[in-house]
């Protein structure tokens, strides 16, 4: 009696989506989502999702409720204050729908997601508010082969793009201006590191975070049911309310762009040992053929760092990538003068062999690529 209740109830829940002749419930059972941005895209998006019913849901950000979120943000509430976003938003999904499995990760998207987590899921939907956030889960999407959807919101405007990196047509790089990347650029100093430069605040609202969310959310529905998409890849919407339009653009595939180049000819799968070092992982691929190999990371990973003054010399190991290292580390703790550093963007058996994959500040199931004269390969870890 219970468990034909509970089945009676199951069926009850989606009965009006039986409705839709194309409709398959199932499907969105299976499905696995990531959404990346939990703020107020974010937000609307976890909630369609559950209203939904897709099965698994994948939430990563790094930030913590605050109270500007509480205008924007749905699913937040005041007691969640000082919470990390995904664990609120993740609270709010299981109350909408107990039967989601909501995973999250309370980190950085560029250093803490796996290609291999990014590809355990069938859509990536990115609720993402700055360009480098943006141009970071094109780079995991393109690498890992899975689909996304952007989704950018203003005061009264809001845009929605669609890339496919199993397609020939443009990804989310090939749409940004030297103006763009000139802005991007200037959170990083000439070396790499960041620089303390303050975030800018993007005013919106929550109907149009609402409206914007829900045609990602579409987009997603249609492309897990292998519908035709409103958007084909590398199309983009835009959206105004004041005054009301839209309107479909084709995003120009820009042939120099470099995210495209992630086609690989081999997959080798190696055991993952902390202590691994590049050299013995460089002599497993010979012996598999690939001679002369040379892996690259992701992620360029400070080594050491060396205060330049001779008086001084202090030398420290610090083993973190280089992007998430502010400017101010050039300066000695020691003397207070400028110091120099060692920076890994690959290695092979000539280029640092013995680093250990420990030391790669590699992310929990990071896929390595690499080359080996001329031919292409990815490294999966198990």
Known sequence: MESFTITN????RYSRHHLIDWWDQTKLKNARVLVAGVGALGNEVLKNLALLGIGHVTLIDFDT???????????FRESDIGLAKVEAARQRGIEINPELS??????????????????????????????????AINQLA?????????????????????????SE???????LSSQTWERRNQRYSCHGMKRDVPEKMMPTTAPIASIIAAM???????????????????????????????????IQHQESCTTHNFSVDSIIRLPFKSELSAQAICQNLQQLGFQNPVISLRNEVVTVMQCLDSNCNHFEQIN???????????????????????????????????????????????????????????????
């Open 9 to 12: 109830l199951t069926e009850e």
């Open 65 to 75: 409720v605050s109270v500007t979120n509480l205008t924007r943000s749905v699913l």
């Open 102 to 135: 909501i995973h999250t990760i309370q980190g950085d998207l560029q250093f803490d997601l796996g290609i291999g987590n990014v590809r355990s899921h069938d859509v990536i939907i990115g609720c993402l508010d700055s360009v480098n956030a943006r141009w």
């Open 142 to 166: 393109y690498r890992a082969g899975i689909p996304w959807i952007n989704g950018g919101i203003g005061v009264t405007e809001g845009e929605v793009s669609f890339f496919d990196p199993r």
């Open 169 to 175: 047509s443009a990804c989310f790089e090939c749409s």
């Open 216 to 250: 990602q959310v579409h987009q997603a529905l249609v492309y897990l049911h292998n519908k035709t998409s409103f958007l084909n890849s590398g199309e983009k919407v835009f959206l105004s309310l004041n005054p009301w339009a839209s309107f479909k653009a084709k």
């Open 320 to 382: 973190y990538p280089l992007r998430q290292l502010a400017e101010s580390a050039l300066v000695c703790p020691k003397c207070g003068k400028e110091r120099d550093f060692e920076v890994i963007r690959s290695f092979s058996i000539s280029q640092h062999p013995d680093i250990n994959l420990v030391n790669l500040c590699l992310p929990g199931n990071e896929i390595l690529f690499g080359e080996s004269d001329g031919r292409s390969f990815a490294i999966e870890f198990y």
